[in-house]
């Protein structure tokens, strides 16, 4: 089977409209993957559309028609906030939670965080981050991107996150990770997964979040880097909220009539 290329629509998009794609996308269409009119090629709208589109005119810019849109898989319930910690870490754990999925990605400062980002440097790594989950849902065929944001104080993290949906990652956890996780999610809750820096939550952070109603879980005896981390405690997430199943709902259709 050949591969179908993908890429983003900045916009929804109606069946039948003709698109522009962008420069970058159509120099790829056109003269890397060297499709012609008549091919046909996928672009996701990141909020969770899907859609079959044929190369029209090679351009540039490169124009493709939309032949159908299809509704990609429900919003998973998962919310990711991750310590701040360095850049290509964190790129890796916004590529990975895109992927598989997660709702949102939070990046949170901590008592054992390295130095924080200012309003600018901030603003030049979120933009980073986007394009990061930008290849990842074109990549993956996620139909929606995650939300993104940053960076949180770890007060103002414990005050958001609605009593009994969130879990903090720590060593000292009085269960595992996937004991915690056991049983069914309440219909219209969220899971919080809070996972710290590299030095890991100070035992205030991990006191303040349990009194708040946030319990703390355990990975195991290991100690992982942060990505690592963040990623295995999504993966337990989602396969407990049944999110790396087969959508059992149908999926939308729309052809022109």
């Known amino acids: 089977m050949r ?18 794609l962008d420069e970058a996308d159509s ?21 969770g559309g899907i859609y079959l589109a044929a190369l029209r005119e090679t351009g540039p810019p490169a124009r493709v028609a939309v032949i159908e849109r299809r509704v990609g898989p429900r919003p998973s319930g998962v919310v990711l906030w991750v310590g701040l910690t360095e850049a290509a870490r964190l790129d890796l754990v916004v590529e990975k939670a895109t992927e598989l999925g997660v709702d949102e990605v939070v990046v949170i400062s901590s008592a054992r965080a390295r130095r924080v980002p200012d309003a600018e440097a901030w603003d030049r790594r979120a933009a ?42 720590d060593p000292r956890g009085d269960a595992s990770l996937a004991q915690a996780l056991v049983g069914p999610p309440t219909r219209g809750h969220r899971t919080h997964l809070l996972v710290g820096p590299e030095a890991g939550f100070s035992h205030e952070e991990v006191s303040a979040a349990v009194a708040g109603g946030i319990p703390s879980a355990t990975l195991g005896p290991s100690t992982l880097r942060t990505e690592t981390a963040a990623i295995t405690s999504v993966v337990l997430a989602l396969a407990a909220r049944g999110a790396l199943m087969p959508d059992d709902e149908p999926k939308e259709a729309t052809s022109p009539t």
Request: hydrophobic share 40%; charged share 25%.
């Open 128 to 169: 980073r981050l986007g394009r990061v989950a930008e290849a990842a849902a074109r990549q993956s065929g996620r139909a929606a991107l995650p939300s993104l944001r940053g960076v949180v104080p770890f007060d103002q993290v414990i005050e958001e996150i609605p009593h009994g949906e969130g879990l903090i990652i």
């Open 27 to 47: 120099h790829h269409l056109v003269r890397i993957v060297r499709r012609h009119p008549g091919d046909e090629i996928e672009l996701i709208d990141g909020v």
């Open 3 to 20: 591969h179908v290329p993908r890429y983003m629509l900045r916009t929804p998009a109606d069946v039948g409209s003709v698109v522009e």
